[in-house]
C-alpha cells in the first residue's frame, strides 16, 4: 500500500515538473516572441523615421528653389530679392543637413529655433508660403499665354472664314440668253414688207 501511494507520488512529482518546464518553455517561446515583434516595430518605426527624413529633406530643396525662382522674378537688389535668396540658402543648406542626420535631432533643433525666435519662425514660414505661390503663378503664366494665343488664332481665323466663303461664293454673272436682245441682234434690222400693187394702180 505504501508502495503505491510512493508511486502515485512520485508520478504527481514527475507531472508537477513537466507542467514547470511547460510554463518554463511557454514562457521563453513568449518573451522571445515580444522581443522579436518588438525589434520588429522598432525597424519600421526607424523606416518610417528615415523616409519622413528624406521627405522633408526633399521638400526642403524643393522650397529652396521655388524661393529662388520667385526671387528671380523680383527687382534685382531689392530687400524681397535678398531675403528670399538668403532663405533660399538656408533651406537648402539645412535640406543637405537633414539627410546625415537623426530626425530627433532636427525636430528639437526646429523647436528650439521657435522657442528662441518665434517672430523669425512664423516670418519664415510665410515668405515661404508666399514663395511657393508666387512660383505656382510663374509655372502656369507661360501656359496661359500659349492658351491666350491658341484662342486668338482660332478666333481670327473663325472671323476669316465666312469672308473667304462670301468671296468664293459670289454667284457667276449669267450667261443665258436675253430672248428679246438676242432676237434683235440676231436678226439684223427690221424689214416691212411692201404692200401688194392692185390693177390701175400706176
Known amino acids: 500500500m505504501s508502495e503505491i501511494y510512493r508511486d502515485d507520488r512520485n508520478v504527481r512529482r514527475e507531472t508537477g515538473d513537466d507542467m514547470k518546464r511547460s510554463a518554463e518553455r511557454l514562457g521563453d517561446d513568449a518573451r522571445g516572441a515580444a522581443e522579436h515583434a518588438s ?5 519600421e518605426a526607424m523606416d518610417q523615421a528615415e523616409r519622413a527624413k528624406s521627405g522633408a529633406a526633399s521638400e526642403m530643396s524643393g522650397i529652396a528653389s521655388a524661393l529662388r525662382t ?7 537688389g531689392s530687400p524681397q530679392e535678398r531675403t528670399f535668396g538668403q532663405i533660399a540658402e538656408s533651406l537648402a543648406g539645412a535640406s543637405d543637413a537633414l539627410r546625415d542626420r537623426d530626425l530627433g535631432e532636427l525636430a528639437g533643433d ?4 521657435a522657442r528662441r525666435n518665434p517672430m523669425g519662425f512664423l516670418g519664415g514660414a510665410a515668405l515661404a508660403g508666399f ?7 510663374a ?11 491658341r484662342s486668338d488664332n482660332s478666333a481670327s481665323a473663325t472671323y476669316d472664314e465666312p469672308a473667304a466663303h462670301a468671296s468664293t461664293a459670289t454667284p457667276a454673272q449669267s450667261t443665258r440668253p436675253n430672248p428679246t436682245r438676242d432676237s ?5 434690222p427690221m424689214v416691212v414688207p411692201a404692200e401688194p400693187k392692185t390693177p390701175g394702180d400706176s
Open 139 to 149: 509655372s502656369s503664366h507661360p501656359r496661359t499665354e500659349s492658351a491666350n494665343e
Open 39 to 43: 525589434a520588429r516595430v522598432q525597424q
Open 110 to 113: 526646429v523647436s528650439a529655433f
Open 184 to 188: 434683235t441682234a440676231s436678226t439684223g
Open 131 to 137: 514663395a511657393a505661390t508666387r512660383f505656382a503663378q
Open 70 to 76: 520667385a526671387a528671380q522674378e523680383l527687382r534685382s
